[in-house]
């Protein structure tokens, strides 16, 4: 079974920082990629960062510049928010692809619990 656990948010002033971890744990095989996605009151989940087991990056365009994804230990990654905006306020959830049966090439997609991330003064 395999879980995403994230960490990290919580209520920050404008123009202030905060670092999100997610950790995957069980019986992973591989992982393709891990991403953060969020999702504010009355819209669509979209996609903040995303970034794959070779490193590439790719934003969501209203990041310009201010959030950086990156892994360190096995099977996590994080998301270092800075310059935080009102508009950044939004339950965050990690997302990862991944293969968690060697006997099958075919992997499967992944959430967590999310976390809240409050901007506000």
């Known amino acids: 079974q395999v879980q995403l656990v994230e960490s990290g948010g919580g209520l920050v002033q404008p123009g202030g920082s905060l670092r999100l971890s997610c950790t995957a744990s069980?019986?992973?095989?591989?992982?393709?990629?891990m991403a953060w996605y969020r999702q504010a009151p009355g819209k669509q989940r979209e996609l903040v960062a995303i970034?794959?087991?070779?490193?590439?990056t790719n934003y969501g365009d209203f990041v310009a510049g201010r959030f950086t994804i990156s892994s360190g230990a096995k099977n996590t990654v994080s998301l270092q928010m800075n310059s935080l905006k009102p508009e950044d306020t939004a339950v965050y959830y990690c997302?990862?692809?991944?293969?968690?049966?060697?006997?099958?090439?075919?992997?499967?997609?992944?959430w967590g619990q999310g976390t809240q991330v409050t901007v506000s003064s």
């Open positions: 997302f990862a692809n991944l293969r968690s049966n060697p006997a099958i090439i075919a992997s499967d997609d992944y």
């Open positions: 069980g019986t992973i095989v591989t992982i393709s990629h």
């Open positions: 970034r794959t087991s070779s490193g590439t």
